[in-house]
């Protein structure tokens, strides 16, 4: 069985590739579960009267950010389904921000952030970007009818602590 890592090891080799080149889903059977926690943001970009219906709860699909805010929740615990190599994680924390924002430099935006927590031997990275992708998605799905003009940007890791990788970035 291969070496126990989660990240390229020192030598530039990919961890879910095995010495002939499959993938592979790595074994981290031998590493401590510890506290990991990471957060992840995202825009969708959009027309200033789609953000108002938006923020006034008037769409005509419904509350898009109650949508949006449980479909981000309910995907974070599906990373393992969704994404070939991560493993199904017992989450102990999942929190999911919309904030609509007519001033951002980006434009009329709503602004996703979340926030994922899990004790395991291995991070909650793909989790938090999996909820700020699918919270997206449903935005745009549900407000698609009024506003085929809305993108999705800016999906970016913000900060993961936990593990023998440490600390990155900064907490939002």
């Known amino acids: 069985m291969a070496e126990p890592a989660d990240r390229a090891d020192g030598g530039g080799r990919l961890s879910h590739l095995d010495d002939a080149g499959r993938a592979r889903m790595v074994d981290v059977s031998a590493k401590p579960a510890t506290a990991r926690t990471a957060s992840a943001r995202g825009l969708v ?58 001033a951002h430099p980006a434009g009329a935006v709503v602004e996703i952030t979340a926030r994922c927590a899990v004790t395991a031997g291995t991070g909650v990275e793909m989790e938090a970007l999996t909820a700020v992708s699918v919270a997206a998605l449903t935005i745009y799905d549900m407000a698609k009818g009024v506003d085929r003009t809305m993108t999705i940007t800016e999906l970016r890791l913000l900060h993961k602590a936990g593990g023998r990788s440490g600390t990155f970035g900064t907490p939002p």
């Open 45 to 102: 970009v959009m027309q200033p009267e789609t953000l108002a219906l938006i923020a006034g709860r008037a769409a005509p699909k419904g509350d898009v950010l109650a949508a949006a805010r449980l479909a981000g929740i309910m995907a974070a615990k599906r990373t393992s389904e969704l994404i070939p190599l991560c493993h199904p994680l017992p989450l102990s924390a999942v929190e999911v921000e919309l904030r609509c924002d007519d």
